[in-house]
């Protein structure tokens, strides 16, 4: 039997293993994709700042480096959030692999194309494994506790703890790298428009001078992303005379946080417990703080041989401490976007400085919003929301 078996090698379950493995824990980490970080289902970016977690990133995982982000109203007004740090847009199928090379690096062993297709059970309730398949051979893999990083999709999650994501509290994505496209380099850019994208955004995030991730995402409805993705192109011209290369779609979790993440031998972490920021809908951060604090709290119930759902609640203690609460702010601030029209969002980027952007994708100085929101007095319920 091993220590610990983590199901899924994304950047959460990659970093969990890693951190497992440099405390001296046997990790096991299986990945059912044929290759690890491939499709990407991201727009692929970072704050520079995230390598005081992730670590030092090499060049090769690095497409292109960011000084800020350009927000566009529905009018085409725009304002330039300059960050102190900068940031990246990273090369995702690079960059994964980079991190599970670092697990292993640190002991761990990854193996990808293999299904996860259950989970072993004692007769006390505790989780002591799971069962699969690799290569047409099955297999069972025992060990003294189950990690669950699968992403928002999995039906682990569901089966063990009853997780899910709703509807209402996921937007539906598509992504076009594109080729030949035209735009300022190193900034992201990022349209705001509850007719052209309902909930959501459009994003430019570039890659080179003419190579850039197009993406949009929408609160789930009849009409499909791809349908808004065109009415996007009709209007800019300097976009749509690209050439797709690439299409990646799926679903990213705007919010429902999971109160409670762990039972007797199992512990969800990442965005299989949706750890996404509910503004902007990053994960890769996330990923990589919930996968660590797991293996914290992990190593310490595996030294006192108490893996007991009692025992792992502390990450749920350290997590909502550190994240969760902060996350719930920036998911206020989510859902009163969506509630504005698109002449609002023209008078707020009208009203807001640069560096407020920033501070409030951080969930930080909302009543500065709240104040712009109350000059219209229909908004005032709105803005209280904020509050």
Known sequence: MIDAVIVGAGPAGTCCAKKLAEAGFSVKVYEKRAEIGAPKRCGEGLSEASQNFVGKIPERCIAQRMKGARLYAPNGRYLDAILTEGGFILERKVFDKWLAEEAIKAG??????????????????????????????????????????????SPIRTQVLGVYSKVNLVDS?????????????????IYLSNILAPRGYVWVFPKGEHRANVGLGIVPQEKK?????????????????GSIIEVNAGCVPVGGLVKDMVTNGFVLCGEAANHV???HGGGIKEAVISGQMAADVIGECLKKNDVSKTALSKYNDD????????????????????????QDLNDLVDALKPEDIIEFARGAKLSILAKVLMRKPRLVGIAMHLL
């Open 319 to 342: 997590w909502w401490e550190l994240r969760g609460n902060h996350l719930k702010r920036v998911e206020k601030l989510r859902e009163t976007l969506e509630k504005l029209s698109d």
């Open 225 to 241: 992303p791809g349908a808004y993705m065109e009415e996007f192109f009709k209007e800019h011209p300097e976009i749509s005379k």
């Open 173 to 189: 994505c598509i992504q076009y790298e594109m080729t030949n496209v035209d735009m300022v380099p190193d900034m992201i850019h």
């Open 108 to 153: 761990a062993s990854v193996q990808a194309n293999t299904f996860v297709s259950g989970l072993l059970k004692d007769s006390k309730g505790y989780y002591t494994g799971v069962k699969g398949e690799f290569m047409g051979n099955e297999f069972e893999e025992k060990a003294r506790v189950v990690i669950c990083a699968t992403g928002a999709e």
């Open 277 to 279: 920021n509910p503004i």
